[in-house]
Structures are given as C-alpha cells and as structure tokens.
C-alpha cells in the first residue's frame, strides 16, 4: 500500500499559480496512475485529473482544462499538479490518489484505493 503526503497549498490570488507536489512511499509510484481529486466547502469530492504511470495518458475535467497540468517524476516518485490562472472555484482540499499496479495507458478518475491526506489551496483576493 503505498503512503501518499501532498505539499505545496496554500493561498493565491485569482489568476494566480501553484504547485502541488504528492510524494509516495512504501512502494514504487511507477506502477500506479495517480489522480488529483478535490473537495470544496459543503461538496462533495470531484476528480480533476490524472496521468498513467508512463506519462503516455492524461486527464482533465473541463472546469480546469488549459489551466492545470499534470505531470510525474517516477525517480523521485512525486507526481505533480501545476495550477495556473487559479479561480475562487478552484478552492478546496486537493488530494492525490493512486490507482493501480497496472500499465494502463488511459486513465480515469475512479477506482482509487490509496489517498493522500489532502493539501488547502484557498483562492481569494
């Protein structure tokens, strides 16, 4: 099972940027998918994107498509979500997950088993 630990949220100013960092351990990240979730105040969790653990698939609901992108380093086994033009909408507790061992070259965002503890991004101005 591997432990996943999610860094780099915090506050930002609409339009502005973060990067969000999801660090595993106790096993090797190459072999998972890993999806981004959130959770905003009063909703409930929604996936907002995921990648194949060879980067050759990727994923993006529509509200952020063109804004965040995903992306991993399977030698550091850290997979990343880079936010940009950040909306007030974009608020909430961001989470990664990871789904598999498999060699899937699509991903979705379901199916998840091992989650990380979740990372506050606030937007506001």
């Known amino acids: 099972q591997l432990q996943l630990v999610e860094s780099g949220g915090g506050l930002a100013r609409p339009g502005g940027s973060l990067r969000l960092s999801c660090d595993a351990s106790g096993g090797t990240l190459h072999y998972y998918s890993i999806g981004w979730f959130r959770q905003a105040p009063g909703k409930g969790r929604e996936g907002v994107s995921c990648?194949?653990?060879?980067?050759?698939?990727?994923y993006y609901v529509d509200s952020v498509e063109g804004r965040f992108t995903i992306s991993r380093d399977n030698a550091l086994n850290t997979a990343y979500l880079q936010m940009n033009s950040l909306k007030p909408e974009d608020t909430g507790v961001y989470y990664c997950?990871?789904?598999?061992?498999?060699?899937?070259?699509?991903?979705?965002?379901?199916?998840?088993?091992?989650w990380g503890q979740g990372t506050q991004v606030t937007v506001s101005s």
């Open positions: 997950a990871a789904f598999g061992p498999t060699v899937q070259t699509t991903c979705a965002l379901k199916g998840y088993k091992d």
């Open positions: 990648i194949t653990p060879d980067s050759d698939g990727t």
